[in-house]
């Protein structure tokens, strides 16, 4: 067992944040575990206050944060690349995040047809941990 830090910079905010995960343990079974978060970002200091600095209670709850909205970003992202893929190659998909807490995603689609939003919210509908943190805006 190697413990292995990473500094990750996730594309959903300007946070900065290491994590810690074993080398020995398979990259399906791995477990993230916070060690340090060095920069909070100004939408997540605004939910999770500028204490999420560091590694106490707070930034456990910060990292969790971050990474949920970064996995429901890629999940949508991986289901608009199945449904068309078009429409990621085509610059049709874009994501903000509101200002609610936990943040909900919104994802915009140019250029995608009814059917293929209606492909889409299926998939997203689909998977519970999405419930009410993922908009398609119209
Ligand atoms: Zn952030």
Same mark, same amino acid.
């Given at each position: 067992m190697t413990k292995q830090i990473t500094r990750w910079s996730p594309d959903t905010c300007r946070c900065v944040i290491e994590y810690a995960w074993d080398d020995s343990v398979d990259p399906s079974t791995r477990v993230h575990s916070l060690e340090n978060v060095i920069t909070i970002c100004d939408a997540h200091v605004a939910v999770f206050g500028g204490r999420a600095i560091g590694r106490g209670a707070s930034a456990a709850a910060l990292f969790a944060g971050v990474v949920d909205e970064n996995q429901r970003k890629n999940y949508v992202y991986e289901a608009v690349q199945v #449904?068309? $893929?078009?429409?990621?190659?085509? &610059?049709? =998909?874009?994501? %903000? =995040?509101?200002?609610? %807490? $936990? &943040? #909900?995603?919104? #994802?915009?689609l140019v250029g995608a047809n009814a059917v293929q939003k209606t492909n889409i919210t299926n998939r997203i509908t689909a998977n519970a941990q999405l419930s009410g943190k993922v908009v398609l805006d119209p």
């Open positions: #449904v068309n $893929p078009a429409l990621i190659e085509g &610059r049709g =998909f874009s994501y %903000s =995040f509101d200002k609610s %807490s $936990p &943040r #909900v995603l919104h #994802v915009q």
